[in-house]
């Protein structure tokens, strides 16, 4: 076990920094920086440039240097926990990310906890009903939830759920509470405008989930060692609890690394939608404007907590199955 | 016996004159002998015949892909007609029977007027004016694909009437006209998107799966690295990064390409454990063994054993790239104006305002999931008839 945990640790070393060389030159990708977009801006205000000012800008972070020296600059301070400079809101990123990232990983934690708590039990359901009328629907439903577009769902249930409660749900907490630092009341506040989003984030996942669960558990099913518990007469609820749907667990642990990527996706556009205080609309508009180290830092973050959050699932599944303890785990 | 015997009589001796088949006990009706002969795809089209859902499925989806060769001539509107007297303009109901008495299809023309409170526009239709829908006329000329001009459409308004099947949007164009426009650039994003994704994901999985080692290793990692990232938020950095200045044709290839270029993971990882698995069994040595050369060997032994799978799988991959076409064109990275695409059609629903009193402006969002629903089945339908052992 310890030697698979070394060996699964070091192969996130150089994945890590194929990802942060890659997000790089993504922010890097669109021609000119931040503050030739700004120089535009000002002129097609009227306003003349300052170019002295802009000169000593370019110098001062550092945007005068090739794009390697550049990169090794960024990598450098991000292994000394400094995300870099925020040129749209003149603060270090980590300053202007700090709340909002909190929030992130809330919604994604709820949004995965919400998943596996409404799939478990509707997968086992289809699996162990197959062919019912209770099947279909839950099927039909599940289908629906994967086509319709997240973005659109976010709208609906906003209109519903201002005609039904006739509150605005927008945002993540009420606003009064907004930068307020936390307390009980904000805390229940954001638990109280939670659910919608963690509804919306997590149908699409919630769908797919039960659709693998149910087809693990019905291959389980049809299994020979299955008919011979049955045979042998042990109870039902045994006979499915005991085996086969620890068996299909498994995939159910190690989906998590396809379900995080997905809820983080998910997020990103619904939180736009839904004005959430979390990554999405801030990645968007740091994109827009060419804040490279602030939208750096999003992607990267977003890909290291994937790579971390896969680490645990692979961990988890390493614990559980002791064939990927023992032999490497490189089946997946 | 013993009375045949008895009366002394021979039985009759039989000869056969047809020549000895040692085989005959073997024969079986045609119908089988048909079964066993068929090809792996005559297999897979009398299983998916059984799945019903999967082919009325692929029946729509044949319909759709049909329809955007002659979008022109569904639309009774080209795609930027502004009324500019029907802005906002609710979908008129088609009717048949007017007054007790038979018409056809119509629908009543509409009344506006201005609440004066609000400054919201009513439409009331008006039972007085009956608009017969005008079918197989000419009515607003176009240019089909760019090419060739015409002016014959399915369906027309009535002569000085109006024909808003889904509405109108905020300039007064009709939605209707607009979806069928939008169709051909969704759905044909999808299909070259998946060409994109099935040739790089055939390639690299290829690759990694028959020469293992080093090279397997390598492309294994980049697959993980791009699976690290959330799909979206790439999507958006890299849309983001297109250049302003390009024109809207490039832009529909580039977040193409880009949806490509990240999506084929899935397929490669695919590719290449079946590829592993296959490559042990004996017809793939006895190719290596008679000098085959790697090329001959996966495209010509391998590919085909799994090509069913991969076909099914594409199916599946097509949804993921219109709904992510229809997500970043929402966010206004995607596709712009004046290309139009379901997600650019809906980014006029951005707000709860619309919800409330412009629902007709989310009617877009029915036909991708629609297709994307249509896809799901037909890929499942396509999955298990592909499957040998179901």
């Not at chain 2, 629903?373 to 999955?383: Q, S």
Request: charged share 15%; hydrophobic share 50%.
């Amino acid at each position: 076990m310890f030697a698979y945990l070394v060996r699964r640790l070091l192969v996130m070393v150089p994945t890590l920094l194929a990802i942060s060389a890659i997000v790089f030159t993504i922010i890097q990708l669109p021609p000119g920086d931040y503050l030739s977009t700004l120089i535009a801006e000002l002129q097609s205000q009227g306003e003349a440039a300052n170019l002295e000012r802009i000169e000593f800008l370019r110098q001062q972070y550092g945007l005068d240097r090739t794009p390697v020296e550049q990169y090794f600059h960024w990598l450098f301070g991000l292994l000394h926990g400094d995300l870099g400079w925020s040129f749209e809101y003149n603060l270090p990123v980590s300053h202007v990310i700090g709340d909002r990232l909190l929030l992130s990983f809330l919604v994604a934690f709820v949004t995965v906890i919400f998943t596996y708590a409404v799939a478990f039990p509707i997968g086992i359901y289809s699996a162990t009903h197959q062919y019912s009328w209770g099947d279909y629907g839950l099927t039909l439903l599940g289908f629906l939830g994967l086509a319709t577009p997240s973005f659109l769902l976010a709208l609906v249930m906003l209109y519903l759920a201002n005609i039904w409660f006739g509150t605005s749900i927008g945002g993540l907490m009420d606003p009064e509470y907004i930068d307020q630092p936390m307390s009980w009341g904000k805390f229940a506040s954001v638990l109280e405008h939670l659910w919608i989003p963690v509804i919306v984030i997590g149908t699409s996942g919630t769908a797919a989930m039960i659709r693998r669960l149910r087809a693990n558990l019905l291959d389980e099913l049809q299994k020979q060692y299955v008919t011979t518990a049955r045979a042998k007469g042990l109870p039902p609820r045994r006979a499915l609890l005991k085996y086969p749907l620890r068996m299909s667990l498994n995939p159910f642990i190690s989906d998590i690394g396809d379900l995080l990527p997905h809820m983080i996706s998910g997020a990103a556009i619904v939180s736009v939608v839904m004005s959430l205080p979390t990554n999405g609309p801030m990645l968007l508009s740091a994109l827009r404007s060419q804040d490279m180290y602030l939208a750096g830092s999003f992607l990267m973050i977003e890909a290291v907590l994937i790579v971390v959050g896969v680490f645990l699932s692979d961990l988890a599944l390493a614990a559980l199955d002791p064939r990927i303890r023992l032999h490497g785990g490189a089946t997946k | 016996m013993t009375d045949m015997q008895a009366s002394g009589d021979r039985l009759a001796h039989y000869v056969r004159r047809e020549p000895f088949d040692a085989y005959d006990g073997e024969k079986t009706d045609p119908a089988l002998e048909n079964y066993y002969m068929a090809t792996q795809w005559k297999l897979m089209w009398w299983k998916l015949k059984r799945h019903k859902l999967a082919l009325w499925s692929g029946a729509f989806l044949l319909v759709m892909y049909l329809s955007i060769l002659v979008s022109e001539l569904i639309a009774p509107y080209s795609l930027a007609t502004r009324n500019t007297d029907f802005i906002y303009a609710p979908p008129q109901a088609v009717h048949l029977w007017h007054d007790g008495r038979f018409v056809g299809p119509f629908v009543y023309g509409l009344d506006y007027s201005l609440d004066m409170d609000t400054l919201k526009r009513n439409y009331v239709p008006n039972p007085d004016k009956v608009q017969p829908i005008r079918f197989f006329c000419r009515g607003e000329s176009y240019e089909w694909m760019g090419l060739i001009e015409g002016s014959f459409h399915f369906m027309c308004p009535a002569e000085d009437g109006t024909l808003f099947l889904l509405g109108t949007d905020r300039l007064g164009r009709d939605m209707f006209s607009r979806l069928a426009y939008g169709t051909r650039i969704s759905l044909t994003i999808g299909l070259i998107g998946v060409t994109i994704k099935f040739v790089l994901g055939i390639v690299l999985g290829g690759l990694a799966g028959y020469y293992g080692g080093w090279v397997d290793m390598v492309i294994q990692r980049l697959i993980e690295i791009i699976r690290s990232f959330p799909e979206l938020p790439l999507w958006m950095a890299l849309s983001a990064s297109l250049p302003v200045s390009w024109s809207p044709l490039y832009i529909y290839f580039g977040i193409t390409l880009i949806l490509g270029l990240i999506g084929w993971t899935g397929l490669g990882r695919a590719v290449r454990s079946k590829l592993l698995s296959l490559r042990e069994e004996d017809f793939c040595t006895a190719a290596n063994l008679m000098g085959a050369k790697p090329r001959r060997i996966i495209f010509r032994h391998l590919v085909p054993s799994f090509m069913s799978h991969l076909i099914a799988s594409a199916t599946l991959a097509i949804p993921t790239m219109i709904l992510g076409e229809t997500a970043l064109s929402f966010l206004g990275l995607g596709l712009r104006p004046p290309i139009t695409s379901w997600g650019v059609l809906l980014t006029e629903a951005q707000n709860i305002n619309v919800v409330a009193l412009y629902p007709w402006l989310l009617l877009p969002v029915c036909a991708v999931i629609a297709t994307v629903l249509a896809f799901n089945f037909l890929g499942d339908g396509l999955r298990d008839a592909a499957d040998p052992y179901k």
